[in-house]
Nanobody, 124 residues
Framework: QVQLVESGGGLVQSGDSLRLSCAAS????????MGWFRQAPGMERECVAS????????YYPDSVNKRFTISRDNAENTVYLQMNSLKPEDTAVYYC?????????????????WGQGTQVTVSS
């Protein structure tokens, strides 16, 4: 049984940093593409970062580029999302997700496994 468990969300002020963690179990983590997504109220879920099984290839949309960094520890089956210079518009529920294959790494419907989400709230 695959499980993805996020942690690290919370309430922060604009300009602060936050690091999210996602612990995975039940899959071969070193062969999995991991992604971080977010969903704000009334908005579609969007990808904010993804990285390949080796961690050498990454993807970020323009909205978070140079502020967010995804990393992974395959020995610990954990993926991280370091978020710096947070803005109120970053407020959302953040999810980690897993898929096989690097293609379409920003597409919600390509990911087979999802965590339960962690709330990030950025106050102005």
């Amino acid at each position: 049984q695959v499980q993805l468990v996020e942690s690290g969300g919370g309430l922060v002020q604009s300009g602060d940093s936050l690091r999210l963690s996602c612990a995975a179990s039940g899959l071969t983590f070193s062969r999995i593409v991991m992604g971080w997504f977010r969903q704000a109220p009334g908005m579609e879920r969007e990808c904010v970062a993804s990285n390949s099984w080796s961690g050498t290839s990454t993807y970020y949309p323009d909205s978070v580029n140079k502020r967010f960094t995804i990393s992974r520890d395959n020995a610990e089956n954990t993926v991280y999302l370091q978020m710096n210079s947070l803005k109120p518009e970053d407020t959302a529920v953040y999810y980690c997700a897993a898929k096989y294959g690097w293609a379409n790494r920003d597409r919600v419907d390509e990911y087979q496994y999802w965590g339960q989400g962690t709330q990030v709230t950025v106050s102005s």
